[in-house]
T-cell receptor
Framework: GAVVSQHPSWVICKSGTSVKIECRSL??????MFWYRQFPKQSLMLMAT?????????EQGVEKDKFLINHASLTLSTLTVTSAHPEDSSFYIC??????????????FGPGTRLTVL | DQQVKQNSPSLSVQEGRISILNCDYT??????FLWYKKYPAEGPTFLIS?????DKNEDGRFTVFLNKSAKHLSLHIVPSQPGDSAVYFC?????????????FGTGTRLTVIP
C-alpha cells in the first residue's frame, strides 16, 4: 500500500507561536491531500482539502487564515497553525490520494501529529 | 451534526469468535462506505469498502454488510484474532468515484481476548 509520513509526530509549543506540520507521500504522487483533526473521543473531522498547485478548500468553521495549507508539490503538503492557542491542541492527521490512478480509490493516512499548545 | 455514528465505543470478543461492529448514517446521499483500522499513535489504515450498489463485500476474514433502507452498515470479523484489537472507524462519502470528503464515525475500540 501507499505510504504517507508526517513530521513531527508530536510538538509542544507556547501560546501565540506558529507550528508547521508536514505531510509527505513517499511512494506515490498525491494529487490531493486532506487534513483532519481529531479531538479526544471524537471522530476525525475534515478541515480542508488541498490540491497540488491550487488553493485549499476549507470546511465550514475552519479559519483559513489560522490554518495555512500549502500543497506545492505532488508529494508534500504543509499545515501551519498560526498563533496557536490551547484550544488548538489536537491530533492532526493528513491523508493523500492520487486521483489520476484509478486503482487508488482510498485515502492513505499519515501517522498523525499530536499538537499541545501550552 | 454527526452524520456517521458508531454508538458502541467499545467491544470485547473472545479469540475465534465473531466480532460485529455497527455503524449508522443519516445522509441518504452517501454512496460509498469504508472501514478503517487504527492502532495507537498511528494513522488509520484502510480495511474494506462497499459501494451503495452492493449489500455485501467480503475480503478474507472481513465482511461488510450494507442496509441502505436502514442506513446501517456493519463489519464482521470472523474468526477474531488478538491482532485485530484496535479502534475501527466507519466512514462515508457522497462521491461515487471513491473516498473524497470522508465523514467519520467516532470509532469502536475492539479488544480480542486470547
Amino acid at each position: 500500500g501507499a505510504v504517507v509520513s508526517q513530521h513531527p509526530s508530536w510538538v509542544i509549543c507556547k501560546s501565540g507561536t506558529s507550528v508547521k506540520i508536514e505531510c509527505r507521500s513517499l511512494d506515490f504522487q498525491a494529487t490531493t491531500m486532506f487534513w483532519y483533526r481529531q479531538f479526544p473521543k471524537q471522530s476525525l473531522m475534515l478541515m480542508a482539502t488541498s490540491n497540488e498547485g491550487s488553493k485549499a478548500t476549507y470546511e465550514q468553521g475552519v479559519e483559513k487564515d489560522k490554518f495555512l495549507i500549502n500543497h506545492a508539490s505532488l508529494t508534500l503538503s504543509t499545515l501551519t497553525v498560526t498563533s496557536a492557542h490551547p484550544e488548538d491542541s489536537s491530533f492532526y492527521i493528513c491523508s493523500a490520494r492520487n486521483f489520476r490512478d484509478r486503482a487508488y480509490n482510498e485515502q492513505f493516512f499519515g501517522p498523525g501529529t499530536r499538537l499541545t499548545v501550552l | 451534526d454527526q452524520q456517521v455514528k458508531q454508538n458502541s465505543p467499545s467491544l470485547s470478543v473472545q479469540e475465534g469468535r465473531i466480532s460485529i461492529l455497527n455503524c449508522d448514517y443519516t445522509n441518504s446521499m452517501f454512496d460509498y462506505f469504508l472501514w478503517y483500522k487504527k492502532y495507537p499513535a498511528e494513522g488509520p489504515t484502510f480495511l474494506i469498502s462497499i459501494s451503495s450498489i452492493k449489500d455485501k463485500n467480503e475480503d478474507g476474514r472481513f465482511t461488510v454488510f450494507l442496509n441502505k433502507s436502514a442506513k446501517h452498515l456493519s463489519l464482521h470479523i470472523v474468526p477474531s484474532q488478538p491482532g485485530d484489537s484496535a479502534v475501527y472507524f466507519c466512514a462515508a462519502s457522497a462521491d461515487m468515484t471513491g473516498a473524497n470528503n470522508l465523514f467519520f464515525g467516532t470509532g469502536t475500540r475492539l479488544t480480542v481476548i486470547p
